[in-house]
């Protein structure tokens, strides 16, 4: 793509990103938040842990935002009995004795892993080490992910029993962690209003994957004010307990705080928040609007909170106000 400038880039990028909401939503009904989230992460080369009850269309969002990307989809679902070598793939011997590599399903470019925590961590893992290198070794040889490369994973925040969850250290190469709420009265009866008739509607290719790798790049180009760094960093601070900059919540409430990649993912969602809102050059403001979604999956909440009911979004908005 030729620009003569990176702001004419970002006014493309914003364009882009209404055609693509205009798509996505001839498909699925509301949920705009979780769309532009979803949008915020992929240009910034991050993956998603969704949050949500079954039959609000995870995997029907998931798709639909393939097709209107351009971009190849598989999705694998995570069951106890899944071993690692279903998701990256294994080896085999050919009708000439010889070794061939067969690709599995995590070569593509959105993966759908849904309900991560239904597969003990060894499988996990073999996921979460894609997702991190962007390549897998099989037999001492290594295979690179085709780019760009997005990992949307599940969980079903209602049954525990049977589950594996995922560790602080693997939950922290997350993006967002994502909470998708039930439709509004009015968006479910136009959502069944739309499902049970005969037509279906297929959106139509906006962005092509050779444009997505542009943006992305963009977005680590738009330049960030000192005092912007300096709010992402102190936010993340404030939340590890019994440290120089905590806050007295931190302390009463946390057993666990965020690291540096949360101040990372603060500043690079920041950027890309404020180039979708059409601005240049991101604020504190874009800073809080992604700030709950980097943060949920990262602060670990100690017994007194859960014993008085404080969640973690009530942790975060008190650091944020």
Not at 249 to 261: D, F
Not at 269 to 296: F, N, Q
Request: with cysteine.
């Amino acid at each position: 793509m030729q620009f003569s400038s990176d702001v004419e880039a970002v006014d493309a990028l914003v364009s882009k990103y209404h055609l693509l909401k205009s798509e996505i939503s001839k498909v699925i009904i509301g949920q705009d938040e979780v769309v532009k989230n979803l949008l915020i992460a992929i240009f910034c080369k991050g993956h998603c842990l969704l949050v949500g009850v079954p039959g609000l269309a995870k995997t029907m969002m998931v798709n639909t935002l393939s097709k209107a990307l351009g971009l190849t989809y598989n999705r694998i679902q995570f069951t106890p009995d899944l071993m690692p070598s279903d998701i990256i793939g294994t080896e085999i011997l050919d009708e000439n004795r010889h070794f061939r590599f067969i690709k599995g399903p995590v070569f593509a470019n959105i993966i759908l892993a849904d309900e991560i925590n239904r597969t003990p961590p060894k499988t996990q893992s073999a996921l979460l080490e894609a997702m991190q290198e962007k390549a897998v070794t099989v037999a001492g040889t290594s295979y690179h992910l085709v780019e760009p490369f997005f990992v949307l994973a599940t969980q079903n925040p209602i049954e525990q029993e049977g589950t594996y969850p995922l560790p602080e250290a693997q939950l922290d190469r997350f993006m967002f962690n994502i909470w998708l709420d039930y439709p509004s009265f009015d968006e479910e009866i136009l959502i069944v209003k739309t499902t049970t008739g005969e037509k279906s509607v297929m959106p139509s290719i906006v962005l092509q994957a050779e444009e997505i790798l542009f943006f992305q790049n963009l977005v680590r180009k738009i330049p960030v004010p000192d005092n912007v760094f300096q709010y992402a960093v102190n936010l993340v601070s404030m939340t590890r307990p019994k440290t120089m900059r905590t806050n007295k919540w931190a302390n009463e409430y946390l057993t666990w705080g965020a690291g540096p990649r949360a101040s990372q993912y603060l500043i690079l969602g920041a950027k890309c928040h404020a180039a979708l809102s059409g601005k240049y050059s991101p604020d504190i403001e874009d800073v809080r609007a992604v700030a709950t979604s980097v943060l949920r999956h990262r602060i670990v909440r100690n017994y007194k909170a859960e014993a008085e009911g404080i969640r973690v979004e009530d942790i975060i908005d008190h650091f944020l106000s």
